[in-house]
């Protein structure tokens, strides 16, 4: 790794609230004598491939990984963006590996995977974003998998042009890209992120025709009136599929949670959700947005 020297973040836990006992979940790493478990850890450690599963430090590593499912981190595990509340490494990262779509495809078959979930880190240090990556890989994918459905869950790629047609030429079943917090947080929490940028990108996959998903993480400071506002904006660009879900701080250094939203709480969102028009809304304290992923999708329910 080669990250960056970049302020350190002066955020501790001492301010959060405390833990309700709904998310008093065992945040752990792989269970060795899970044996599903296992051959997910070895065939990544084998193509030596990153996951957001590992890089996020998602607590639903070991549920994921359980049922031999995992998300596909492109371009290295160094982002070139800094948001308070990731998990993910940030500073300079190393060039792409030019046999990374090669061994996720392999890796995919070696899980017997029918739905492929693909990101990647911010790659603001190439031209195209690293959507020429993503292709390679779709397309190494569909070589060998032809009927396994793949979800890309694309970086905004500061909405270039050229960029997300390399995309849309992928054809993906599922476009994703996470919207992540309200408007007056992004200064905050995704300072090098737009909210109108994300809003645009998601405008654009859902004009072109494809099935366009995005998330939302609360707990951040939001209000429930900016949350519903934040989701109207989503629904009137078109997007269909909406993952909502609770922050947990990674680390001291992070962002700290400011609100622990009730279970009722996104049982309601839920609700308003669909009523606004959301084709599927999955919310709850613990979804992410690559959460069951293949039980999102309309022809899975």
Avoid at 224 to 252: I, N
Wanted: proline letters at 7%.
């Amino acid at each position: 790794m080669n990250p960056l020297k970049k302020k350190p973040r002066t955020h501790s836990f001492q301010n959060a609230p405390e833990k309700p006992d709904w998310l008093k979940v065992k945040l752990s790493f792989p269970d060795p004598k899970n044996n599903s478990v296992a051959i997910v850890r070895d065939s990544l450690k084998e193509k030596k491939l990153n996951t957001v599963c590992e890089s996020a430090s998602c607590p639903n590593l070991n549920h994921c990984w359980s049922r031999k499912t995992a998300t596909y981190m492109l371009g290295g595990d160094i982002c070139t963006r800094r948001c308070s509340y990731c998990d993910v490494a940030s500073g300079k990262p190393f060039p792409l590996d030019p046999e990374e779509p090669k061994r996720v495809a392999e890796s995919s078959i070696a899980l017997g995977l029918k739905h492929v979930v693909i990101t990647a880190v911010n790659r603001d240090d190439l031209e195209d974003g690293g959507a020429t990556h993503f292709a390679k890989t779709v397309k190494e994918i569909r070589k060998v998998l032809p009927d396994c459905k793949i979800e890309l869950l694309i970086p905004d790629l500061k909405v270039k042009q050229e960029a997300l047609e390399i995309i849309f030429e992928c054809n993906p079943d599922v476009f994703n890209h996470n919207l992540e917090t309200v408007k007056r947080l992004f200064p905050e929490v995704a300072p090098q992120k737009r909210y109108e940028r994300s809003l645009d990108v998601l405008r654009i996959a859902s004009q072109k025709g494809f099935l366009t998903k995005s998330g939302l993480i609360l707990g951040m400071g939001e209000t429930l009136e900016e949350v519903k506002e934040c989701m109207q904006d989503l629904a009137s660009v078109g997007v269909s599929l909406l993952t909502l879900g609770q922050y947990l701080q990674p680390t001291p250094t992070h962002l700290p949670v400011k609100e622990y939203i009730a279970p009722q709480v996104f049982k309601d969102l839920r609700i308003y959700g669909k009523s606004i028009g959301f084709k599927g809304v999955f919310s709850g304290p613990l979804v992410r947005s690559s959460y069951h992923a293949d039980e999102q999708i309309p022809w899975n329910q």
